[in-house]
């Protein structure tokens, strides 16, 4: 089970780091990506990691503003979000993928389990 928070109300700018804890006897090895969705539109890939950490990938639109990183130890995973825009407002969402990193890892039905959502809002 995924838990996702840390979004919140900001300006334009701003910072953010979402977490994605993770519940069970275990934490991988399995790869962790997170998605936003904006209303009305679909559910968007920001940014993946595989098992090790030693592979990320990451969408255009976040590419040099946003870090995704994990902590086996914590079974967290986490997105540094930093110069933050409005058209970054929607509710994140974490996922995993249990048979690790898959060519597909931009597609949403590639994963097996979903966090919650946590909301972030920016205001221009």
């Known amino acids: 089970q995924l838990q996702a928070s840390g979004g919140g109300l900001v300006q334009a700018g701003d910072s953010l780091r979402l977490s994605c804890a993770a519940s069970?006897?275990?934490?991988?090895?399995?790869?962790l990506a997170w998605f936003r969705q904006a209303p009305g539109q679909e559910r968007q890939f920001v940014a993946a990691?595989?098992?090790?950490?030693?592979?990320?990938y990451y969408a255009d639109s976040v590419t040099g503003r946003c870090t995704i990183s994990r902590d086996t130890a914590k079974k967290t995973a986490y997105l540094r979000m930093n110069n933050l825009k409005p058209e970054d407002t929607a509710i994140y969402y974490c996922?995993?993928?249990?048979?690790?990193?898959?060519?597909?890892?931009?597609?949403?039905?590639?994963?097996?389990?979903w966090g919650q959502g946590t909301q972030v809002t920016v205001s221009s």
């Open positions: 069970g006897s275990s934490f991988g090895p399995y790869a």
């Open positions: 990691i595989s098992w090790s950490g030693g592979s990320t």
């Open positions: 996922a995993a993928d249990f048979r690790g990193m898959s060519v597909k890892f931009r597609l949403p039905e590639t994963y097996d389990a």
